[in-house]
C-alpha cells in the first residue's frame, strides 16, 4: 500500500447551515509520506543486484568466450570487495551495538542476513556458469581447463615438472603444534588446509598458501600431432590445456612432507574487513597513518570463510575455532575458491574469442592547423570535449608532456586519484619538475585499494621537488582537474583539464568517462580557487561556473531540480536525464520523486547503486531507471536539465551518493557550448536511453529486466553504435 501522511486519504462530511441533507465532499487525493522506508531500496541489496547484471554478462553467449570469464571474474572480486567493505562495515555496526536503520528501514543484523541469503544464490549461479557453461564452451574451442585426476600421463609430467621446477621453491608449508600456533591467514588467500599423519601415528593439522604470485593455471598442453592424412589442414590454433594450480599443489604435497602421510587436503580461501581506520585528526602524518593502516589490512577480522562442499566439519572445526568466524560467516561452495582468479585465463593468446580491438579516435579539434599549433591553440580555438574510449586519452597526456616542456609554462596543478602503477601522467610531472615548472599535485592517499600506489607516486613527486598535498581533513579529494598556467605575451592563461574519471591510461581503455579542455577565464579562475582551497586556508563559499562538494554541489543540484519542477508547474514539459553510477543521498532522491509528482520527466542511467524506486503510482510514475552493462564499464557522470528548452549540462566526478556530496571535493563544471550540449544529449544520454541490448529497466521492487526489442525493432547496442560513430568521424 502506497504511504501517506495520517489523515489525508479520508473523506469528510460538512453539514450546511441551511439544514438541507449534508453532502458528501471528497477530500484531495493521498499525499505520499516521502519519507517512508517502503520507498527505498536497500542500498547492500541494490549493489548486489548490480553483481546478477555483470553476472548476466557472463552467462550471455552473444558475448565472446573469454569476454564471458572476464565478467565471472569481475564477479568474483566484486564480492570479494562487497565483503571487505560493505559486510564487514555492518559487522562492526552490530558488534558496536549501533542499530541506526538505514532508509529502507532495515537494522544492520537484518541486512546482514538478507545479504547472506542473496549472496549465497549468487555465488551458486556463477559457479553454475563456470561449471555448465564456460569450461564446457572452452573445451569445445580447444581451451580445456581439466582437474588433475583427469589429466593425461603426458599432462601430468607436465604439471609435475612445473612444481618441481616453479611452484616447489616458493612454498613454505606452516604447522599447527603447541609449539606453532595458527599461523596468519592473509586477506583474500587461497589456502590448503591439510591433516598429516607421521610414523607415529599421530594426525596433525598444518596449512599451506597457494601462491598468488604465480599464474593461477599451469599449461599443460601437449603438443599436437602432425595431420593423419596427406593434404588436411592444421588447426589455426593449437589445442591448449590448463589444470588449476592448487590442484597440482595437492597432487605433489608429498614433496613437502616427505616420510608422512597426506590423509586430507581442503581448500578454503578468507575475506578480512578491508577498510582502513584512520585517525586524521590524532595523525602526525597522513602518510605513515595510512602505510600503518594498509599493514593492518592483513590483519582485519575474518568476515568471510569460502570452504568447498566436500569439506569435512571436523577440519572446518579447527578453521572455524582458530580464524575466530561465527557459523553465519561460513559459505560452502563448489569450487574453484577465490572466482576472480578464472582472469588468469584471459590473456590466452586467442583473439576469435574476444572483443574485436578498435583504436581510438583522435577528435578533429586537437588536429594541428599548422607547424607552429600545438594542443594550446586548439584549446585557444574552441573548448574540447573527448569521450572515452571511443576518444583516445593520448591528448590528456600530451597535454601534460607539452606544458612539463613549454618555456612559457609558470606552472601545472593537479588531482590524483588513481592513476595505476604505470602512469605517464606522473612521469609528465616529474618531467615538468626536471624543466623547472611549479609543481603541485594533491594525491588521494585514501582511494581505496589504491593507497599502496598512491603512497609510492607521492614519495617519487616528492624526491623530485613537488609540492605534494595529502589531502583535507575528514574529506576525500575526488575531483578531477589539471590546471595549466602559462604566459603569453604580456598576460597569464589558465588551461583546464576537467573529467569525470580518473588520470589512469589502463582504465581509460576500459571505462566510459568523458574529458573536457578549456581556457575558459571564469572557469580557469573556479580551478585556481578550488586548488587555494585544497592546498592552503579557504572560507570560499562560491564559485563562479564549478559546482563544488562539500561547498555549494548540494545546493546547486537541489536548486537547479527545484527550477525544472517549476518549469513544468508553468506549463513547460520538465526534463531531467542523470547518469551516475550510484543513486543513494535521500534528499535527492526525495527531490527526484517531487519532480516525477509535479509532472518532470525524469530518466536515470544508473551503473550500480540505486535506491530509489520508479514508477510508483502518485510518487515515481514519471521515472525510468535503466542500468547499461557493456563492453566498458560505464563511469561517466552528466547531469542535463531542458531548463525551457535552455539546456544545461554538468559532468563530472560526483556520484549521487551523502559520500560525494557531503565527504568528499568533487566537481561538476558546465558545457556551453550548444554542439556539445546537443552531442551529450543526442549521441550519449539518448543512445544509452535507447539500448536494447545491453540495457536493463529497473522494477519498482528493485529488480531489473531487460529492455528487449519491440517487433521489427533494430537492435541498438549503445557502446558498440558509440564505437562505429567515433570509426566513422576518424575516417570522415
Not at 572480486?77 to 529502507?104: C, H, T, W
Not at 618531467?431 to 615548472?437: N, P, Q, T
Request: aromatic share 6%; net charge neutral.
Amino acid at each position: 500500500m502506497l504511504p501517506t501522511t495520517a489523515g489525508a486519504a479520508k473523506k469528510r462530511v460538512r453539514p450546511r447551515a441551511s439544514g438541507k441533507t449534508a453532502q458528501v465532499e471528497a477530500s484531495p487525493s493521498p499525499v505520499p509520506n516521502l519519507d517512508s522506508p517502503q520507498l527505498y531500496i536497500n542500498r547492500e541489496q541494490s549493489l548486489l543486484q548490480f553483481q546478477w547484471r555483470v553476472l548476466e554478462e557472463a552467462q550471455d553467449p552473444a558475448n565472446p568466450l573469454l569476454e564471458r570469464v572476464k565478467f565471472l571474474s569481475i564477479v568474483g572480486s566484486n564480492l570479494d570487495e562487497f565483503f571487505m567493505v560493505r559486510v564487514a562495515g555492518l559487522k562492526q555496526q552490530v558488534d558496536a551495538g549501533i542499530y541506526e536503520l538505514s532508509p529502507d528501514g532495515a537494522a544492520p543484523s537484518g541486512q546482514l542476513e538478507a545479504i547472506r541469503a542473496e549472496a549465497t544464490r549468487l555465488m551458486a549461479a556463477a559457479r553454475e556458469c563456470l561449471w555448465r557453461d564456460l569450461i564446457p564452451a572452452l573445451a569445445e574451442q580447444d581451451v580445456r581447463v581439466l582437474d588433475y585426476k583427469n589429466l593425461s600421463q603426458a599432462q601430468r609430467t607436465i604439471a609435475d615438472d612445473y612444481f618441481r621446477e616453479v611452484v616447489f621453491p616458493v612454498l613454505t608449508p606452516l604447522a599447527l603444534d603447541p609449539g606453532r600456533p595458527f599461523p596468519h591467514i592473509s586477506n583474500l588467500s587461497l589456502n590448503l588446509a591439510m591433516l598429516i599423519r607421521g610414523k607415529d601415528g599421530e594426525e596433525r593439522f598444518a596449512r599451506l598458501k597457494v601462491p598468488d604470485t604465480l599464474p593461477q593455471f599451469v599449461k599443460v598442453s601437449v603438443a599436437p600431432a602432425a595431420p593423419s592424412r596427406p593434404g588436411k589442414r592444421a588447426k589455426a590454433h593449437s589445442p591448449q590445456a590448463f589444470v588449476w594450480l592448487e590442484q597440482v599443489i595437492a597432487a605433489n604435497l608429498d614433496a613437502l612432507f616427505p616420510g608422512m602421510e597426506i590423509v586430507e587436503t581442503h581448500p578454503f580461501h578468507i575475506t578480512r574487513d578491508a577498510d582502513l581506520s584512520i585517525q586524521e585528526l590524532e595523525a602526525d602524518d597522513l602518510l605513515e597513518e595510512i602505510e600503518e593502516s594498509i599493514r593492518q589490512r592483513r590483519f582485519g577480522t575474518v568476515v568471510r570463510l569460502k570452504v568447498t562442499e566436500e569439506m569435512p566439519a571436523h577440519i572446518l572445526e579447527i578453521l572455524i575455532s582458530n580464524l575466530e568466524v561465527g557459523e553465519l560467516d561460513v559459505y560452502r561452495v563448489r569450487g574453484p575458491l577465490g572466482l576472480s582468479r578464472v582472469r588468469h585465463l584471459c590473456p590466452i593468446d586467442r583473439p576469435d574469442l574476444k572483443d574485436v580491438p578498435f583504436v581510438p579516435a583522435i577528435p578533429s579539434a586537437l588536429e594541428p592547423q599548422s607547424k607552429e599549433d600545438d594542443i594550446f591553440s586548439a584549446i585557444r580555438r574552441e573548448d574540447i570535449l573527448l569521450h572515452h574510449p571511443f576518444d583516445s586519452f593520448q591528448p590528456v597526456v600530451d597535454f601534460l608532456r607539452k606544458a612539463a616542456r613549454d618555456p612559457d609554462v609558470l606552472a601545472i596543478k593537479m588531482t590524483l586519484y588513481r592513476v595505476g602503477r604505470n602512469a605517464p601522467v606522473v612521469e609528465a610531472l616529474l618531467e615538468a619538475m626536471e624543466w623547472g615548472k611549479q609543481v603541485a599535485v594533491l594525491v588521494e592517499l585514501k582511494a581505496r585499494f589504491d593507497e599502496e600506489s598512491n603512497i609510492e607516486w607521492a614519495r617519487a613527486l616528492e624526491e623530485e621537488g613537488v609540492h605534494v598535498v595529502y589531502g583535507l581533513l575528514g574529506l576525500k579529494i575526488h575531483a578531477k582537474v589539471a590546471l595549466v598556467v602559462r604566459r603569453e605575451g604580456e598576460k597569464i592563461r589558465r588551461y583546464v583539464h576537467l573529467a569525470t574519471g580518473n588520470y589512469n591510461t589502463v582504465t581509460a581503455h576500459l571505462y566510459t568517462d568523458l574529458g573536457f579542455f578549456t581556457c575558459d577565464e571564469d572557469i580557469g579562475a573556479d580551478a585556481t580557487d578550488l586548488f587555494n582551497y585544497l592546498t592552503g586556508y579557504s572560507a570560499k563559499t562560491d564559485y563562479r561556473k564549478l559546482l563544488v562538494a562539500p561547498i555549494n554541489l548540494r545546493a546547486r543540484l537541489q536548486m537547479l531540480i527545484q527550477r525544472e519542477i517549476e518549469h513544468q508547474q508553468r506549463g513547460e514539459q520538465g526534463h531531467l536525464i542523470f547518469k551516475f553510477n550510484s543513486l543513494v543521498d535521500k534528499p535527492i532522491i526525495k527531490m527526484l520523486y517531487e519532480a516525477s509528482q509535479a509532472g518532470v520527466k525524469v530518466d536515470l542511467l544508473v551503473r550500480g547503486i540505486c535506491c530509489l524506486r520508479p514508477g510508483i503510482p502518485g510518487v515515481s510514475d514519471n521515472i525510468r531507471v535503466i542500468s547499461v552493462v557493456g563492453r566498458f564499464l560505464e563511469h561517466s557522470r552528466i547531469y542535463y536539465f531542458r531548463n525551457g528548452g535552455e539546456e544545461e549540462v554538468y559532468m563530472g566526478s560526483a556520484d549521487l551518493m551523502p559520500r560525494n556530496i557531503n565527504r568528499r571535493v568533487e566537481v561538476l563544471f558546465p558545457l556551453e557550448r550548444r554542439e556539445h550540449i546537443r552531442h551529450i544529449r543526442d549521441e550519449v544520454l539518448a543512445t544509452c536511453l535507447a539500448d536494447n541490448v545491453k540495457a536493463r529497466k529497473m522494477q519498482s521492487d528493485g529488480s531489473y529486466v531487460r529492455v528487449g526489442r519491440a517487433d521489427g525493432q533494430p537492435a541498438l547496442e549503445s557502446q558498440a553504435w558509440l564505437i562505429r560513430r567515433a570509426k566513422a568521424r576518424d575516417s570522415a
